[in-house]
């Protein structure tokens, strides 16, 4: 599986917007870029995946490079109950196909 | 919304004992994950199962073994247990859809997990 490098921790202030990257400069073409972060004491939770395209949804917005080496997660508008770890994770996700979980994010939110 | 439901939540075993998991997907999800955290790690992937056959499988120790029964509900089943087995136990499910030429599980939805505890 091509591999995935995030900052260990990040730290925001409460509604304020956070960038969270991801580097993966050994994606291959089929590889999908999904997020999913982990709050505290609770199983991870499905956040936003793309392509080659930037990905807006209701929680998130995903900007994706045009060599598509990297990625970045972004939060409009930080809220305390966005600490959480946020993974990125490369995928081609294929019927059955793991979901790799690595090293994630730590975003701690100040008020 | 039904969400994944995993039960027990909470299970204490002794070293040696055998334990069993269960895992029961969303209505009309066909793929089943589980995975394993120990304290302060990221989740590993264990193995997972499509239409009731494995699908692919990860760093799952002999020791363990799992299924996907015709009703999609999973078991995870843990014998000779040892103290490192001791973590939290997430199930996901997901469903597929035709996406980017294939069919694909886009979205994985988590159970709230099983924590385990061996002494």
């Known amino acids: 599986d091509a591999k995935t490098t995030q900052p260990n921790s990040m730290e925001s202030n409460e509604e304020e917007p956070v960038h969270l990257p991801c580097n993966h400069s050994?994606?291959?073409?089929?590889?999908?870029i999904h997020w999913y972060r982990q709050l505290p004491s609770q199983g991870p939770e499905y956040v936003i995946h793309?392509?080659?395209s930037n990905v807006n949804n209701r929680m998130a917005s995903l900007a994706i490079a045009e060599d598509r080496k990297s990625s970045t997660l972004i939060l409009h508008r930080a809220t305390l109950r966005d600490a959480a770890v946020y993974y990125c994770?490369?995928?081609?996700?294929?019927?059955?196909?793991?979901?790799?979980f690595g090293k994630g994010t730590s975003l701690l939110v100040t008020p | 919304a039904a969400g994944v439901i995993q039960s027990p939540r909470h299970l204490i075993k002794e070293k040696r004992e055998t334990a069993t998991l269960k895992c029961y997907p969303i209505?009309?999800?066909?793929?089943v994950y589980w995975y394993q955290q120990g304290p302060g790690q990221d989740p590993q992937f264990l193995i997972s199962?499509?239409?009731?056959?494995?699908?692919d499988k990860g760093s799952i120790p002999d020791r363990f073994s799992a299924q996907q029964f015709s009703d999609y509900h999973s078991e995870l089943n843990m014998s000779s247990l040892e103290l490192g087995d001791s973590a939290l136990y997430f199930c996901?499910?997901?469903?597929?859809?035709?996406?980017?030429?294939?069919?694909?599980?886009?979205?994985?939805?988590f159970g709230q997990g099983t924590r385990l505890t061996v002494v």
């Open positions: 996901a499910s997901s469903p597929q859809e035709y996406t980017g030429g294939a069919f694909r599980n886009t979205e994985a939805f």
């Open positions: 050994t994606i291959s073409g089929t590889d999908y």
């Open positions: 793309g392509l080659t």
């Open positions: 994770i490369l995928s081609p996700l294929y019927t059955g196909y793991a979901l790799n």
């Open positions: 209505p009309r999800h066909d793929t």
């Open positions: 199962f499509y239409e009731k056959m494995q699908s």
